[in-house]
């Protein structure tokens, strides 16, 4: 069955998947598109939304709710009074991971729909979404409901008649962007850390894949979760994820992505708050987002440098062209205390 807002989409999808024998699953209900804010299903400020497309076919499932700057600080607003004034960080562990753990019955329960579900937002295949994705997130929820009533601090020994201890918080609200390709099995890694440890969360799934953490949101409010500890924000990354990131509302940012990915988002709140930077040395002003890290002096990286130096070898790939006039000559320099040939046989200009 098909809801009866995105039915055109689902139909299209059904029919290219039974034309070309690939349509392994029963299309399922499409009921949650719109963000997920303090417990309730809500329409974007703006009124946009975007489509979120079969990959095997390119046809559309449905319309999602596209949030953006002013809907990121609606959820993180809902986020931090939920953890402010809520219920949820001042639970027992025990209490959190028994509402965790029915959440997890509650995934596993509803395995098949939820596995449909990814494999026609993902163009995964039923067998992988129903083993590995589903199965992990309830995996994920599981293990950390049962940690939930395990997070305890240390006594220290201390001199005199003092007493030491170390003492283990909820940190506040986390702001969490996940990928594509592991959406059920990303959202409990992420999410399930955090609600066992008190914190309330904001979280923004891929613009290509955000149907799976709509339907989360819905089982955690089942299962218990108060209102505004877990809210869900569709969007664009240079838009919601932006926002997010640089939101200064957020204690602590948890990503998912490869370096350029993960880049956007850091940039614009670089942007923002530290617009120029001046290099050492340098007579011009450069963007502080533009700056290059720095060479590794620790670890395996630096390993690898001092090993090419050690040899002999220049770590330059491209060779300086010789021009008229120029000799070659051997540059000598202490590597580790020794006195050892470097660039053996490089070009070396003159003037």
Same mark, same amino acid.
Request: hydrophobic letters at 40%; aromatic letters at 4%; charged letters at 25%.
């Given at each position: 069955?098909?809801?009866?807002?995105?039915?055109?989409?689902?139909?299209?999808?059904?029919?290219?998947?039974?034309?070309?024998?690939?349509?392994?699953?029963?299309?399922?209900?499409?009921?949650?598109?719109?963000?997920?804010?303090?417990?309730?299903?809500?329409?974007?400020?703006?009124?946009?939304?975007?489509?979120?497309?079969?990959?095997?076919?390119?046809?559309?499932?449905?319309?999602?709710?596209?949030?953006?700057?002013?809907?990121?600080? @609606?959820?993180?607003? *809902?986020?931090? &009074?939920?953890?402010? =004034? %809520? !219920?949820?960080?001042? $639970?027992? /562990?025990?209490?959190? #991971?028994?509402?965790?753990?029915?959440?997890?019955?509650?995934?596993?329960?509803?395995?098949?729909?939820?596995?449909?579900?990814?494999?026609?937002?993902?163009?995964?295949?039923?067998?992988?979404?129903?083993?590995?994705?589903?199965?992990?997130?309830?995996?994920? @929820?599981?293990?950390? *409901?049962?940690? &939930?009533?395990?997070? =305890? %601090? !240390?006594?220290?020994? $201390?001199? /005199?008649?003092?007493? #030491?201890?170390?003492?283990?918080?909820?940190?506040?609200?986390?702001?969490?962007?996940?990928?594509?390709?592991?959406?059920?099995?990303?959202?409990?890694?992420?999410?399930?850390?955090?609600?066992?440890?008190?914190?309330?969360?904001?979280?923004?799934?891929?613009?290509?894949?955000?149907?799976?953490?709509?339907?989360?949101?819905?089982?955690?409010?089942?299962?218990?979760?108060?209102?505004?500890?877990?809210?869900?924000?569709?969007?664009?990354?240079?838009?919601?994820?932006?926002?997010?990131?640089?939101?200064?509302?957020?204690?602590?940012?948890?990503?998912?992505?490869?370096?350029?990915?993960?880049?956007?988002?850091?940039?614009?709140?670089?942007?923002?708050?530290?617009?120029?930077?001046?290099?050492?040395?340098?007579?011009?002003?450069?963007?502080?987002?533009?700056?290059?890290?720095?060479?590794?002096?620790?670890?395996?990286?630096?390993?690898?440098?001092?090993?090419?130096?050690?040899?002999?070898?220049?770590?330059?790939?491209?060779?300086?062209?010789?021009?008229?006039?120029?000799?070659?000559?051997?540059?000598?320099?202490?590597?580790?205390?020794?006195?050892?040939?470097?660039?053996?046989?490089?070009?070396?200009?003159?003037?």
């Amino acid at each position: 069955m098909v809801s009866e807002s995105n039915r055109g989409g689902a139909d299209r999808t059904t029919a290219a998947g039974e034309e070309r024998g690939q349509l392994l699953f029963d299309v399922p209900e499409i009921r949650f598109t719109k963000l997920f804010i303090n417990g309730s299903f809500v329409d974007a400020v703006s009124g946009r939304t975007f489509e979120t497309r079969d990959p095997r076919t390119g046809g559309v499932i449905a319309s999602v709710a596209e949030a953006d700057k002013e809907d990121v600080d @609606l959820a993180v607003r *809902a986020a931090r &009074a939920a953890f402010d =004034h %809520g !219920e949820w960080p001042r $639970m027992s /562990g025990s209490e959190r #991971g028994r509402i965790m753990a029915r959440l997890a019955d509650l995934v596993e329960e509803r395995a098949d729909e939820l596995a449909a579900l990814e494999s026609l937002d993902a163009g995964k295949h039923p067998a992988v979404t129903r083993a590995v994705d589903v199965g992990n997130a309830a995996g994920s @929820l599981r293990y950390f *409901a049962g940690a &939930a009533d395990k997070i =305890h %601090g !240390e006594t220290l020994k $201390m001199p /005199g008649q003092f007493q #030491g201890h170390t003492l283990r918080e909820p940190l506040g609200v986390a702001g969490v962007i996940i990928p594509w390709n592991f959406p059920s099995t990303m959202f409990a890694v992420k999410v399930a850390p955090a609600l066992a440890a008190g914190c309330a969360l904001v979280v923004k799934p891929a613009e290509q894949t955000p149907l799976s953490a709509l339907y989360l949101a819905q089982l955690a409010k089942q299962a218990g979760v108060p209102d505004g500890v877990i809210n869900v924000v569709p969007g664009f990354g240079p838009t919601a994820g932006a926002a997010l990131a640089s939101h200064m509302d957020v204690d602590m940012a948890s990503e998912f992505h490869r370096i350029h990915g993960g880049r956007a988002p850091h940039n614009e709140g670089l942007r923002g708050e530290q617009p120029e930077a001046r290099l050492p040395g340098a007579g011009r002003q450069v963007p502080a987002h533009r700056l290059r890290r720095r060479r590794p002096r620790h670890g395996r990286g630096a390993r690898r440098r001092r090993q090419l130096l050690q040899q002999g070898r220049g770590l330059r790939r491209r060779e300086p062209r010789l021009r008229a006039g120029t000799r070659l000559r051997q540059v000598r320099g202490e590597v580790g205390g020794e006195d050892e040939e470097l660039g053996r046989g490089r070009p070396v200009q003159r003037p």
